[in-house]
């Protein structure tokens, strides 16, 4: 049973985790290289990792998606797809596709001379399923070197841990009052009636010990 809660416990903050990494933005240092437009095909459970941005989206099986391709300071290739969100989830009401697709173009560099921005982004990244995070926003830095606070994403996990806390807390108390005295009256109830069937069995055993004697 112990295993079973601890199994159950882990696989359900893992999921929390796994939510958080990605939905949350996250910053990488790039270089862009290259921007190009592609159709991708949306038939399959694939489908859960692009956008949706408008009713008319939800019943194509295909659609004309545009890319972002760019190269790490340690040398590797990172490509980004550029979809608005819209108000659905998650929720950066990105509306600026056009407008990132532009400053895209515009940060292109080469190796020998190199422009490095900060691509701000959701999602992850699966060359075999092909999946790929949704750029929301462009910054130049001025280096490979630079380094990036996640403020929202500090923000928001304290304030989710702080209510994390402050729903165990409660229920501590609730339970402490509640429901661990009715557990209490309950197992003494138990016991009560555990003894009570005892004494009828040591009753009944003297009963037919004295009829053998007889």
């Known amino acids: 049973m112990v295993y079973v809660k601890w199994v159950f416990w882990g696989t359900f903050w893992l999921l929390i985790a796994a939510f958080f990494h990605y939905t949350l933005p996250q ?8 921007t190009y437009e592609e159709r991708q095909d949306l ?26 391709q760019a190269v790490r300071p340690n040398g590797k290739a990172v490509v980004y797809r550029n979809e608005d969100t819209s ?7 990105k509306f600026d596709t056009a407008n990132l697709y532009t400053e895209a ?25 092909s999946i790929f995070p949704n750029a929301v926003a462009i910054k130049d830095v001025e280096g490979p070197d630079a380094t990036i606070i996640p403020w929202v994403n500090i923000v928001i996990l304290v304030i989710f841990f702080a209510l994390v806390w402050a ?13 661990d005295p009715v557990l209490e009256d ?7 009636a555990g003894d009570r069937m005892a004494a009828r069995r040591g009753r009944f ?10």
């Open 167 to 179: 729903i165990w807390v409660r229920w501590r108390r609730f339970r402490r009052a509640r429901i």
């Open 205 to 214: 055993r003297r009963w037919l010990d004295g009829w053998k004697k007889k």
């Open 43 to 68: 038939g399959d459970w694939t489908r859960i990792f692009w956008s949706v941005p408008d009713d008319q989206t939800e019943s194509l099986v295909n659609r004309d998606v545009q890319f972002i």
């Open 186 to 192: 309950m197992g003494d109830s138990l016991e009560a």
């Open 87 to 93: 108000w659905r989830w998650p929720p950066y009401f």
């Open 105 to 129: 173009n515009d940060s292109k560099s080469t190796r020998d001379t190199p422009r490095w921005v900060s691509v701000t982004h959701y999602g992850w990244r699966n060359e075999y399923w």
């Open 27 to 34: 910053h990488d240092i790039v270089r862009i290289v290259n």
